[in-house]
């Protein structure tokens, strides 16, 4: 007899058992998930223990849902079913049951940002009447110096800034929907983050806001990015990225998660960046069983 329930802030210990237990050949490249990531993710996701579930038989777990709340949405952040339970319905009912909880106490909105290169996964949201909104789109980009023929800028240009200061500064392209680089979250992670501004005589020019990448993550992730709409704005920004790169020591820097509406791709494609990984994002409305 499964038997299925919420969790609680007690409840870390649990989850990251039930998450990597009910792990299959798909997620073989996929990073291991611990109590000490999963309050990483509390901080950068705003994952709520409260919008979690574990299935389970006996002791044993063999469905896990994580799940991060917004005002707005939730976001189904990882959904596991072990691979001996599967075909069983118990991945509908996490999914049926977080829904109608969020019936009563909102937000009514439900997302999910799924892998485009997993059928199975992807299936089932179709299966579950989710509709799909948008495909999103991971950004990379390796290395990559400045053009011979830039100047160097002085050094009195670039800026290390804070959080308050990148988001007033207008300049960054505002997260669509999103979750990985939601502004919200900015001061609740302000001490993994890095904030460099480029100044003009005038004005600040561009800024960037990066955050350090985890040990089980490759790649230093940019949360926001955005420059004035003119020439100087836009090879500032150019610095901005190499000089992050830099302090990085060459890391790999990853836009997560773009939908065309936040970033366009043409823009990024001057800045070096090449698309990656896709994931098609799934929404629904919560709804009473």
């Not at 870390?12 to 109590?35: I, K, M, N, Q, V």
């Not at 999914?95 to 969020?102: I, V």
């Not at 495909?135 to 110096?145: G, H, K, N, Y």
């Not at 200061?165 to 669509?176: C, D, H, K, N, V």
Request: a negative charge; glycine letters at 6%.
């Amino acid at each position: 007899m499964t038997a299925y329930r919420f969790c609680r802030s007690d409840d870390l210990g649990l989850l990251a058992e039930a998450h990597e237990r009910c792990r299959g050949s798909e997620d073989e490249a996929a990073p291991a998930l611990d109590r000490a990531r999963l309050k990483e993710l509390i901080r950068e996701l705003d994952l709520w223990s409260s919008s979690c579930m574990v299935a389970l038989e006996g002791s044993e777990p063999v469905g896990v849902l994580l799940g991060c709340k917004s005002d707005t949405a939730t976001l189904v952040y990882a959904l596991r079913v072990h691979p001996e339970h599967r075909r069983r319905g118990h991945a509908r009912h996490l999914l049926t049951s977080l829904s109608s909880k969020l019936a009563i106490l909102g937000p009514p909105r439900l997302v999910a940002e799924v892998p485009a290169h997993r059928p199975a996964a992807l299936a089932l949201f179709d299966a579950c009447g989710w509709r799909r909104e948008e495909q999103l789109v991971d950004w990379q980009r390796s290395a990559t110096p400045p053009p011979a023929e830039t100047i160097a800028p002085a050094e009195e240009q670039f800026a290390s800034i804070s959080v308050e200061e990148a988001l007033a500064s207008g300049l960054l392209a505002p997260a669509a929907n999103g979750w990985r680089r939601d502004p919200a979250s900015f001061e609740r992670q302000a001490d993994r983050l890095t904030c460099l501004g480029f100044y003009s005589a005038d004005r600040l020019e561009a800024v960037v806001v990066g955050r350090a990448p985890h040990a089980r993550r490759g790649a230093l992730e940019v949360l926001a990015l955005g420059s004035t709409d003119t020439d100087l704005g836009r090879l500032s920004l150019r610095l901005l990225l190499a000089e992050l790169e830099r302090s990085a020591d060459g890391t790999t820097l990853l836009v997560p998660c773009v939908s065309p509406v936040e970033l366009e791709a043409t823009p990024l494609f001057e800045l070096f960046f090449r698309p990656g990984g896709e994931h098609v994002r799934f929404a629904t409305e919560a709804e009473s069983a």
